[in-house]
């Protein structure tokens, strides 16, 4: 099961008041609804892809007006897609459309329509079920989204969402609006908010877990280039006191500690490199002491090579 069905299995097995439930009646309406007339009758279409969502409407509308629905189910022309379900609702149409506001400009009647935080969070909890998706928590992004064919709906869809600060944006894609949000904290206060509380557990659940494999990913490999650094670094030192130890030249006693100490453990770090100084000629040593050294047998390979004075 994807991550976004989870979400909107729990999203509509919430209980709501009745205020709620004409907010997210009138979503699924704006949504995804369609005003047509058969017959001299004004007849109201609800159109999902969800079995789900289409049983969450169907409670609404015989919970809200008693209405006589007709439930149909359309094929889709591609053959990857599922079955469109229809319902058609054919009483107190006038009632409906005059109660959640579906002819007029969203914008003048929204707070109208969503006088509360909780109304305003039920219109976006259908909103979400009707057009909404959520990447699973264990991919590389975390994105949620909305998208519907009207511009002020988007727009509306955002207003919603940024009075609860969710930092939501639109962006166009092909004849679409789309409302998303990325950041993972967002996406989970946006679950939260609308009722998900099981799937903010799991989400979040995978999202530490991810953030903690990729925290453990960071730090070897982190230690992996240190290595590396540490490896190379003395495969030079190591080549120049090689080419130095080619002449028969006198070196100072200090360098030449250094220069024993280095043939002696190839593979060790500065750190470890002093505490090993330390130990054979209880003499202590900093790292920049040994940075110091290293660099004066680098000059004393390059003098060699050159011909110039030690």
């Known amino acids: 099961m994807s991550f976004t069905k989870l979400v909107k299995e729990e999203l509509v097995t919430i209980p709501v008041e009745t205020s709620e ?18 017959d001299q009758k004004l007849i109201l279409i609800f159109k999902t892809n969800s079995p789900t969502v289409a049983k969450r409407f169907l409670q ?20 990857t897609k599922k079955p469109q379900i229809l319902i058609e609702i054919d009483s107190r149409v006038k009632d409906i459309l005059s109660e959640i506001k579906l002819l007029e400009p969203l914008f003048e009647t929204s707070d109208v329509l969503l006088p509360s935080e909780s109304t305003k969070l039920a219109f976006l909890r259908a909103a979400f079920l009707s057009s909404g998706s959520v990447n699973d928590p264990k ?15 988007s727009v509306l869809l955002q207003s919603l969402m940024n009075r ?5 944006k639109i962006i166009k894609r092909r004849h679409h609006h789309v409302v998303y949000l990325k950041d993972a904290e967002h996406i989970s206060e946006f679950m939260m908010r609308v009722g998900a509380q099981n799937s903010v557990f799991k989400f979040e659940d995978a999202r530490i877990k991810r953030d903690f494999n990729n925290s453990i990913n960071r730090v070897m ?3 992996i ?9 003395a495969s030079k030192i190591i080549d120049e006191i090689t080419f130095i130890s080619s002449y028969n030249i006198l070196i100072d006693e200090k360098i030449k500690r250094v220069m024993d100490l280095r043939m002696m453990y190839p593979e060790f770090n500065l750190r470890e490199l002093t505490e090993q100084y330390e130990a054979l000629y209880d003499e202590p040593i900093s790292k920049s002491g040994l940075n110091h050294r290293f660099a004066k047998i680098k000059h004393i390979a390059q003098a060699l090579r050159e011909g110039s004075p030690l």
């Open 225 to 233: 280039a240190n290595e590396k650094k540490v490896y190379e670094a």
């Open 221 to 223: 490999n982190c230690e």
């Open 164 to 168: 609860f600060e969710l930092n939501a």
């Open 60 to 79: 609404l509308s015989r919970t809200l007006y008693q209405a006589e629905t007709t439930l149909l189910k359309k094929q889709q022309q591609k053959l």
């Open 21 to 38: 439930q004409l907010a997210e009646f009138a979503a699924f309406l704006h949504m995804n609804g369609d005003l047509t007339k058969r």
């Open 139 to 153: 991919t590389a992004q975390y994105h949620l989204e909305m998208s519907h064919e009207r511009d002020d709906l």
